[in-house]
C-alpha cells in the first residue's frame, strides 16, 4: 500500500491512440495497491508547469491474460489449479474527467505526467472553491467532507449559488430510507445559519413535515458519534441543534387536539395552531376544487364571491345586509340567495349567475370546511404564520403529515405563496427563506394534470431567486419531477439510488462506475453537483444534531387525544405551568366551544406572561344562561259546531 | 488451442523449412543407459525465490557508407525475481552501440562516428563486401553481445544469491564458464533443431508423453566441457506436432542434477499455469520467461 504522507506520485498518465488523453477526461494506472477510489480527486503536475484536477470516475482492472479460455487451458478444466506459482502482471487503469486547468487557457489535453492525490489545498482548488471561500466575507456553506485515501478535506457550496441571487435550489434525489435526504438537507440548514455571511442579509427556512415525526424535534439535541464530531469539527459548522424554530400545526377534527407528533406535554406548548378562514382558503380555491369543477362560470362566481362579497358589506335584492367572515355567514347568504330567487319565482339567474352554478360553488366551498376541519375554522378565527416579521435564521416547521392530501396541497400553496408576496412587497422579516417539501414528485410531477401546485413551484424554482425564495426539494426518484423545476436547482444532491432510477436517461451523463457508487452509497454519503463543481462530487455528511423522528418519539412520546376541556388545559399549561386546571376547567364551563377555541388561538399567539389572566379576558365575560319561560300557547279557538271539523 | 507447431497432422505447407545449422550432436548416458521414459510425479510448487533470465535484441541498419552498413543496435537482459507470486526486477542492464566493418569503413568516417557517445563494434568480415553477408555478421555481433550481457547478469545475480534457482530461456552454454560450481541454474531450450540422441534414445525423447521426462544424458557443451540435460513433455502432443510441449531442460554438471532432475521437472510442470499466451510458443515458454521480454520490451522503448 502506498503511504500517503510522502509525495510519490500514485500513478501515470497514459496514452495511446485508442485510448487518448483529452482536456476533459483521460487515463492513468496505479499499482494495485492503492487508497484511489472512484470519486477521489487527483492532480497531474506537467513539466511544463501546468496543472490540472480531476476526480476519478471509472476504473479497469485486467491481466495479460488473452482470452478466458487460456485460463481454462492453464488449470487443465479444474478451477483448484487456476493459480500458478506466478501472479499474472495486471493493471489498475483509471478514468478521469477533468475539473479544472491551471491555466484555464490554452485549454488542451492532459500532459502525460505523474498522478498525485489531491491534498486539501487540492480540493479547494479543484472544486473552484477558492473563489468563494477565500473571499471576504467567505460564501463557503459546507456541505461535507470529502474523502480518499484517508484524506478528509471540507466541500462547500457557494451561498450566491445556493440562495442566489446566481443561482438558487437545492434539490435532493434518493431512495426511501437509505438516501438521508431529510437529515442532509437539516446539516445543510444548520449549515446555511452558521456560515451565510451576515452581510449577504437574513434568511429563514420553512419546513413542511410531510410523514411521520420527521422534523418535529428540531430544538431537540442528538447524541452524536466521535466521527460526525469530528466531521463538524472539520467542516466549521457547530453541532447544536436549531434555535428559533416555531411549530405550527392544524388541528385535529376535535377542534382542540393538535394534528402533530409532537404533542408530548413538554414539547406541544411550542407548537402553534394552523388556523385559517373563510378569506384565506378563498384565495386558494384552485387549489381545493377538482380540474372540472373550475369552468368559467364557477370561476366568475368565485371571483365574484372573492371580490365583492366576503369581509365586505354585501346586501342582496331582498334586503339583507351580509357580512361574510366565515364559512357559516357565507351558508346564510347562500340561503338567502336560493330563498330569495324561490320565493318571488325570478327563475334561475342571480346576478348573471345561473342558479346550478352557485349551487355547485356553494357545495364545493362549504365542502371544503369539512375536508379540512381542524384547519378551516367556521367561526373567523385564524393563527397564521408570523408573515412579515419571520426572524433570522429562525425556522418554521409546518406539520401537514396528519392532513389529507388536500389539505396538504392547501396548507404548501398558501404558505409558498404568501412567502412570494410579502418578499416581493420585502416585508417577510428576512431577505431570504429556503422551503423545504419532501415527495416533491407528488407536488410537481412530471406528468398528469397542471395542477395550482405544480405552477406555483414552476414559478419559484424559475424566478424564486430574484426574490430570496429559495426551493430545498427531495424526492425519491428525480425522473418523475418536471424538467423545470429540477432543472432550475443549482446545486443537485444525490444519496443511495434506485437501480432503475439511474437507468433512466437523465442519469447517462454519470459513469457506469458512479452510478454502481450512486446504487450502493451507504447511509450519510451524498454525491453533489454545483455550479463550480465541473464533475459530481462524493461527500459525507455528519447526521444532524437533532433528534431524528423515531428518536423524539421515544424521548417525547406523543399525548393521546383527551376530552375538550382537558385539552384546553393541557394547551395552556404548556405555555405556563402556574395554570390551574381547575379553574380553567371552570372557565369553559358550559362557554361554547367555538369560543374557547377562539380565547385558546389567541392566548397561544401572543404568550402572555399572565396565561389564565389573558385567556380569561379573551375568552369575555360568560352569558349567563337566562331562564325562558315557556308561554302559555296560543289561545283555543273560539268553538264551533262544525261536524267536519279536524 | 494451437501452439506454433512444425509438423501438426493436416497443416499445408509451402515453403521448404529452413536450413538447420547444426542437426546432430553427440550425447552420453549420465542416468541410465538407455533413454528411458520416466514419469516425473504431479506438478508441485517450485521453491520460493525463483529468478528468470532472458535477454533481447533489436537491431536496424542505420545508413550506408558506400555500401557499408551501419547498424545500430540494443540488446538487453533482465533478471525478475519470484517472491509469494509477484516478479519484480532483481537485475538488468542494456547497451546500445554500432557495428560496422571497421576495415572496409574509411578512417575519417570512422573518426565521425567515434565521437558520438555510443561504442562502435567490429562486425568484422571478409575483405570482400556482400551487404548481406555484412548484415548477418553484424546481427551475429549483435547477439554476442546479448548472450555477454546475459552471462553478465547470471554471475552478478549467481554471485549475490547464489543459493536460489536462476531459470535461463534457453541453453546454459554461455553462462557455465561464468558461474561458479554449484550454482542453482537451470536452462529451458525451447527449440529442438540439434538432435543428441538417434535411434530408439531419440523417439524416447520425442514421444515422450505429458508429464514425462528423460533420463538424464549429458551433450557437449562450451569451455566446462559438458552440460546436463534432459527432455520433459510439459503439456500432451497426440493432437498436436511431435514437438508440442516439449522442452529441453540443462543443468550444470553437477550430480544433484540427476538426483534433482524429477523434483525440478515437477515444479516446472507447476509453471505451466499461467499460460504464456497469446505467445505462439505458449507450450514451451515459461510465463514469467515472457513477463522478462514484455518488462524488456517495455524498457526499450522505440526499439520494440
Given at each position: 500500500m502506498i503511504r500517503l504522507d510522502d509525495r510519490r506520485p500514485i500513478g501515470r498518465v497514459v496514452a495511446t491512440e485508442t485510448l487518448p488523453a483529452g482536456p476533459h477526461q483521460f487515463h492513468f494506472w496505479t499499482a494495485?495497491?492503492?487508497?484511489?477510489?472512484?470519486?477521489a480527486i487527483v492532480r497531474v503536475d506537467a513539466a511544463s508547469g501546468r496543472v490540472v484536477y480531476a476526480v476519478v470516475v471509472d476504473g479497469r482492472a485486467y491481466s495479460?491474460?488473452?482470452?478466458p479460455l487460456h485460463d481454462v487451458v492453464a488449470a487443465e478444466g479444474d478451477p483448484a489449479g487456476a493459480t500458478g506459482p506466478t501472479r499474472r502482471a495486471e493493471i489498475r487503469l483509471w478514468t478521469a474527467a477533468v475539473l479544472?486547468?491551471?491555466?484555464?487557457?490554452?485549454?488542451?489535453?492532459?500532459?502525460i505526467a505523474e498522478v498525485h492525490l489531491a491534498t486539501e489545498g487540492d480540493v479547494e482548488v479543484a472544486l473552484r472553491m477558492d473563489g468563494y471561500a477565500r473571499a471576504e466575507p467567505s460564501r463557503a456553506i459546507p456541505v461535507g467532507a470529502y474523502r480518499a485515501g484517508g484524506l478528509r478535506a471540507p466541500v462547500s457550496l457557494d451561498a450566491d449559488f445556493l440562495l442566489g441571487p446566481e443561482s438558487a435550489h437545492l434539490n435532493i434525489s434518493g431512495v426511501s430510507g437509505l438516501a438521508t435526504k431529510t437529515s442532509a438537507v437539516l446539516f445543510f440548514l444548520a449549515s446555511i445559519f452558521q456560515r451565510f455571511p451576515r452581510t449577504k442579509g437574513s434568511v429563514a427556512a420553512v419546513c413542511f413535515n410531510?410523514?411521520?415525526?420527521?422534523?418535529?424535534?428540531?430544538d431537540r439535541p442528538a447524541e452524536l458519534r466521535a466521527e460526525d464530531r469530528e466531521l463538524y469539527q472539520l467542516l466549521g459548522v457547530e453541532a447544536k441543534p436549531f434555535e428559533g424554530v416555531r411549530y405550527h400545526a392544524p388541528f385535529k377534527a376535535d377542534g382542540?387536539?393538535?394534528?402533530?407528533?409532537?404533542?408530548?406535554p413538554d414539547l406541544v406548548g411550542d407548537v402553534q395552531p394552523l388556523v385559517w378562514g373563510l378569506r384565506e382558503v378563498l384565495d386558494f380555491h384552485e387549489v381545493l376544487l377538482n380540474r372540472d369543477d373550475i369552468d368559467a362560470k364557477a370561476d366568475a362566481f368565485l371571483d365574484f364571491l372573492a371580490d365583492r362579497v366576503v369581509e365586505k358589506d354585501f346586501r342582496d335584492e331582498w334586503g339583507n345586509a351580509h357580512r361574510v367572515r366565515s364559512f357559516t355567514e357565507l351558508e346564510r347568504l347562500f340561503r338567502a340567495i336560493f330563498d330569495g330567487l324561490e320565493a318571488q319565482?325570478?327563475?334561475?339567474i342571480w346576478r348573471t349567475h345561473h342558479i346550478a352554478t352557485i349551487r355547485k360553488v356553494r357545495n364545493r366551498l362549504l365542502n371544503i370546511s369539512t375536508r379540512c376541519k381542524g384547519l378551516v375554522t367556521d367561526d373567523g378565527s385564524v393563527s397564521d404564520l408570523p408573515f412579515g416579521s419571520f426572524a433570522d435564521r429562525s425556522i418554521h416547521v409546518i406539520d401537514v403529515?396528519?392532513?389529507d392530501q388536500l389539505g396538504q396541497d392547501l396548507v404548501f400553496t398558501r404558505v409558498v405563496s404568501k412567502l412570494r408576496e410579502y418578499l416581493e412587497r420585502r416585508e417577510?422579516?428576512?431577505d431570504h427563506v429556503v422551503v423545504f417539501v419532501d415527495e416533491l414528485n407528488k407536488y410537481?410531477?412530471?406528468?398528469?394534470p397542471d395542477t395550482y401546485v405544480r405552477k406555483m413551484l414552476l414559478d419559484i424554482s424559475e424566478r424564486g431567486r430574484y426574490l430570496g425564495l429559495v426551493l430545498f426539494a427531495a424526492q425519491q426518484?428525480?425522473?418523475?419531477?418536471?424538467r423545470r423545476v429540477v432543472g432550475n436547482a443549482g446545486t443537485a444532491v444525490f444519496g443511495r439510488m434506485d437501480m432503475d432510477e439511474l437507468a433512466?436517461?437523465?442519469?447517462?451523463?454519470?459513469?457506469p462506475a458512479t452510478r454502481i457508487k450512486l446504487a450502493t452509497l451507504p447511509k450519510g454519503e451524498l454525491m453533489v453537483r454545483h455550479p463550480h463543481f465541473t464533475q459530481p462530487v462524493f461527500v459525507r455528511f455528519p447526521r444532524p444534531a437533532v433528534l431524528t423522528g423515531p428518536e423524539g418519539i421515544a424521548q417525547f412520546p406523543p399525548a393521546s387525544d383527551v376530552p375538550f376541556d382537558d385539552a384546553v388545559v393541557r394547551q395552556l399549561a404548556a405555555l405556563?405551568?402556574?395554570?390551574?386546571p381547575a379553574r380553567i376547567k371552570d372557565l369553559i364551563s358550559g362557554r361554547r366551544e367555538e369560543d374557547v377555541r377562539r380565547a385558546l388561538l389567541a392566548t397561544k399567539r401572543v404568550r402572555p406572561e399572565d396565561v389564565t389572566g389573558f385567556f380569561t379576558s379573551s375568552l369575555g365575560p360568560a352569558v349567563q344562561r337566562e331562564r325562558v319561560e315557556r308561554p302559555a300557547g296560543p289561545k283555543p279557538l273560539k268553538h264551533v259546531e262544525d261536524p267536519y271539523a279536524p | 488451442m494451437r501452439a506454433r507447431g512444425r509438423f501438426a497432422p493436416g497443416d499445408i505447407r509451402s515453403h521448404v523449412p529452413p536450413p538447420l545449422s547444426a542437426p546432430f550432436a553427440t550425447a552420453t548416458p549420465v542416468e541410465h543407459e538407455r533413454i528411458l521414459q520416466l514419469a516425473t510425479g504431479p506438478a508441485a510448487d517450485p521453491p520460493d525465490g525463483v529468478a528468470f533470465l532472458d535477454g533481447t535484441q533489436r537491431w536496424i541498419v542505420e545508413r550506408w557508407i558506400g555500401i557499408q552498413p551501419v547498424v545500430r543496435a540494443h540488446v538487453a537482459a533482465a533478471v525478475l525475481r519470484r517472491v509469494g507470486g509477484a516478479l519484480s526486477e532483481a537485475d538488468s542492464d542494456f547497451e546500445e552501440f554500432r557495428v560496422v566493418p571497421r576495415h572496409r569503413v574509411p578512417a575519417d568516417w570512422l573518426a565521425e562516428l567515434g565521437k558520438q557517445e555510443m561504442a562502435v563494434l567490429d562486425a568484422g568480415g571478409d575483405d570482400r563486401a556482400h551487404p548481406l553477408l555484412d548484415l548477418r555478421q553484424a546481427a551475429l555481433r549483435v547477439e554476442g553481445r546479448r548472450a555477454a550481457l546475459e552471462r553478465k547478469l547470471a554471475a552478478r545475480y549467481l554471485a549475490a544469491r547464489g543459493g536460489e534457482w536462476l531459470v535461463v530461456d534457453g541453453s546454459i552454454d554461455d553462462l557455465t564458464a561464468t558461474t561458479s560450481a554449484g550454482a542453482a541454474l537451470l536452462g529451458l531450450v525451447k527449440?529442438?533443431?540439434?538432435?543428441?540422441l538417434d535411434g530408439a534414445d531419440l523417439e524416447a525423447a520425442l514421444t515422450l508423453p505429458e508429464g514425462h521426462r528423460t533420463s538424464v544424458f549429458a551433450r557437449e557443451s562450451g569451455e566446462r566441457g559438458r552440460v546436463f540435460t534432459w527432455y520433459l513433455r510439459l503439456w500432451p502432443w497426440d493432437d498436436h506436432?511431435?514437438?508440442?510441449g516439449l522442452v529441453r531442460v540443462e543443468r550444470p554438471p553437477e550430480d544433484d542434477a540427476v538426483a534433482t532432475a524429477s523434483e525440478v521437472s515437477r515444479w516446472l510442470l507447476a509453471e505451466?499455469?499461467?499460460?504464456?499466451?497469446?505467445?505462439?510458443r505458449w507450450d514451451r515458454l515459461l510465463y514469467p520467461i515472457r513477463r522478462v521480454e514484455t518488462y524488456l520490451g517495455a524498457q526499450a522503448g522505440g526499439w520494440w
Open positions: 494495485t495497491e492503492t487508497p484511489l477510489g472512484i470519486g495479460d491474460l488473452p482470452t479544472r486547468h491551471e491555466p484555464e487557457e490554452p485549454v488542451q489535453p492532459v500532459p410531510v410523514k411521520g415525526p420527521d422534523l418535529c424535534f428540531l382542540v387536539n393538535l394534528n402533530t407528533l409532537r404533542s408530548h319565482g325570478r327563475g334561475d403529515a396528519g392532513m417577510l422579516g428576512v410537481a410531477p412530471g406528468d398528469g426518484f428525480r425522473s418523475q419531477v418536471h433512466t436517461p437523465g442519469y447517462h451523463v454519470l459513469s405556563d405551568r402556574r395554570v390551574a | 527449440s529442438h533443431d540439434t538432435q543428441y506436432d511431435l514437438l508440442h505451466r499455469a499461467p499460460l504464456a499466451a497469446p505467445d505462439e
